[in-house]
């Protein structure tokens, strides 16, 4: 099996970027971090994503009573390719006091498209 430890680090600073956008609620940072179109499965609903998809108001409350940020806990490989990255994650939602919200599991696939790493599809569990 090829070494593929550059595209490995490639697709997990894409999402480190994808959090840090996230978590800034900075709709256009966060956008920068996606292969267009991109696929969200969650709540039992497939979302395909175009740009300008994503508004301020993602921010409101359907992330749970007080949100305030989230964090990683898991980062897995799961394969890795030249062009793309699967990951097992698992992310945690929190309140301002550190108080959580709930945790996540999730499948994330990072493409390279024209030399830009990039989310091309996730599926979560959460709402």
């Not at 394969?79 to 550190?98: I, L, M």
């Amino acid at each position: 099996m090829s070494d593929h430890t550059d595209s490995i680090n490639a697709a997990m600073k894409c999402l480190d970027d994808f959090m840090a956008a996230f978590n800034a609620r900075d709709v256009v940072a966060f956008e920068a971090t996606f292969n267009f179109p991109s696929v969200r499965l969650a709540s039992n609903t497939l979302t395909i994503i175009e740009p300008g998809h994503h508004k301020p108001s993602m921010f409101d409350n359907s992330l749970g009573e007080g949100w305030h940020h989230s964090a990683w806990d898991r980062r897995e490989v799961i394969h890795a390719g030249r062009e793309k990255v699967h990951f097992d994650t698992r992310f945690t939602r929190y309140r301002a006091d550190g108080s959580v919200i709930g945790h996540y599991d999730s499948i994330y696939v990072v493409t390279n498209e024209n030399g830009h790493w990039g989310i091309k599809a996730r599926s979560s569990f959460a709402p």
